[in-house]
């Protein structure tokens, strides 16, 4: 068992060495949750605001006089080698120090996420992300740099989307076929539109950004981790921003099931939401998948039908497809496990490795010639899922380069913007590493 290895290594006092580059609400979730396992320590926090990662390690029982705080690689080897906890404002620092074995990339920017990213797999460390913001972009790549050089690159447990592969490898191992796979969400009439200035009383009371809030209700972030989950699981959207109907747990595999056996889908084997607000706007908590993950699976085979009707038969309309329902996703909280999977075993909770869906920037409102984008959850644009091949074609702009670049042109609302529509920014890092997958690896079909 993984928990019995850990404790081997924790009597031999030889703990999985883990630095953190970002200590946002997710970054600190994953210190806080290691401070509590056997076998593994935070060796390294890399955040540009030092006393917020200082305060990170002090909330975990460290006494402040412990902590190092350096730039420099000497001291900081030195420091992991005497189990001395480190802080540094270098986000590359840990890829250069022999004694850390892997790096959680936490910091939600795309370029920033794309560049630890990269430095970690190239220092030989196993590379766990949370920025599923640059993963969606360039995790392609990344996986198959990290191939080469004899590491793991992982999309991180507890996040959905590794949720959702953790269910679909369960399911597809016993041989079910897979209709839909997919998160709970929560879109409201008019939510694309939401502006980060109404969710300023939640950062505030809950810490972390308001614009990271806002890609969560104007739908950025559900778009985005269900881009990911596809493109590592081979999915594909039914449409473009998938349908998001609101549905109850108990009625999944009925509206999540094709037009000819009386559901919304075009096609099986796709990505999708199951929305939590009416269209009406009315949000219903009880009985809706709400912070879960679903499968709708199937099976040809007559008697696995008898068997799974007669063990759903509490569930209405059951077969010839079923619903797996996990719950909950608990963040932060098992991104651990990937650390464990990837050091231990070699394993990634999941990567892909061809791009198969885009997340596509699309105009929030009415956008003016030389206006500098903002992202998902700000001021100027949302995500879209779309086929890679289809964003392709129509030259789409993907989301994650939508960041401090300007429009060339008045670009109407809710107008998928185009890369022609905006001035690229050719010497970020992302664009540089984007182009490298783009020349080096094939889409795949979704």
Not at 76 to 90: I, N
Not at 100 to 125: C, F, L, N, Q, W
Not at 202 to 209: K, N, T
Not at 303 to 332: D, E, M, S, W
Request: proline residues 5%; aromatic residues 6%; glycine residues 10%.
């Amino acid at each position: 068992m993984i928990s019995e290895r850990l404790y081997q290594r924790a009597a031999a006092g030889s703990p999985i060495r883990v630095a953190i580059v970002g200590t946002g609400h997710m970054g600190a979730g994953v210190a806080h949750q290691i401070s509590q396992m056997k076998g593994m320590r935070v060796a390294v926090l890399a955040e540009r605001d030092v006393p917020k990662a200082v305060d990170v390690y002090a909330a975990n029982g460290i006494p402040r006089d412990r902590i190092l705080i350096t730039h420099r690689l000497d001291e900081a080897q030195d420091a992991v080698r005497q189990d001395r906890p480190v802080v540094t404002e270098d986000g590359k620092l840990p890829s250069l120090i022999e004694g850390v074995d892997a790096i959680v990339e936490a910091t939600g920017v795309p370029d920033v996420g794309a560049r630890i990213a990269y430095a970690s797999i190239m220092g030989g460390k196993h590379t766990v992300m949370l920025n599923i913001e640059a993963d969606v972009v360039v995790g392609p790549i990344l996986s198959a740099l990290a191939k080469k050089a004899g590491v793991v690159y992982s999309i991180a447990a507890g996040d959905q989307p590794g949720a959702i592969c953790e269910l679909y490898d369960w399911a597809v191992t016993l041989g079910f076929e897979v209709v839909a796979a997919g998160r709970g969400t929560w879109m409201r009439p008019g939510g694309r539109y939401l502006t980060p200035d109404q969710f300023e009383d939640m950062a505030e009371r809950l810490g972390g950004s308001a614009q990271m809030y806002c890609s969560f209700h104007d739908g950025t972030k559900s778009q985005i981790e269900m881009a990911v989950t596809a493109n590592v699981l081979g999915l594909a959207p039914d449409i473009r921003g998938m349908h998001e109907p609101f549905v109850h747990v108990d009625d999944l595999q009925t509206v999540f099931s094709l037009n000819t056996q009386g559901g919304i889908l075009a096609h099986t084997g796709v990505v999708e939401l199951a929305n939590c607000f009416t269209p009406e706007g009315e949000e219903v908590v009880q009985g809706t998948v709400g912070g879960g993950v679903f499968l709708v699976v199937t099976s040809p085979h007559p008697g696995i039908q008898k068997n799974l009707t007669h063990l759903f038969r509490r569930v209405k309309n059951a077969g010839p497809n079923y619903p797996l329902y996990r719950p909950y996703h608990l963040t932060c909280i098992e991104t651990p496990y990937s650390v464990v999977r990837a050091c231990l075993h070699g394993e990634t909770t999941g990567a892909a490795d061809r791009l198969r869906t885009e997340v596509v920037a699309v105009a929030k409102r009415d956008l003016k010639k030389g206006e500098l984008l903002d992202g998902g959850g700000g001021y100027t644009v949302f995500g879209l899922i779309e086929r890679a091949q289809v964003a392709r074609e129509e030259n789409l702009l993907p989301i994650g380069f939508a960041y401090g670049i300007p429009t060339l042109r008045d670009i109407p609302k809710d107008t998928p913007l185009r890369k022609s529509d905006v001035k690229m920014d050719a010497d970020s890092f992302l664009y540089k590493l984007r182009a490298l997958q783009e020349a080096t690896l094939p889409l795949g079909k979704g």
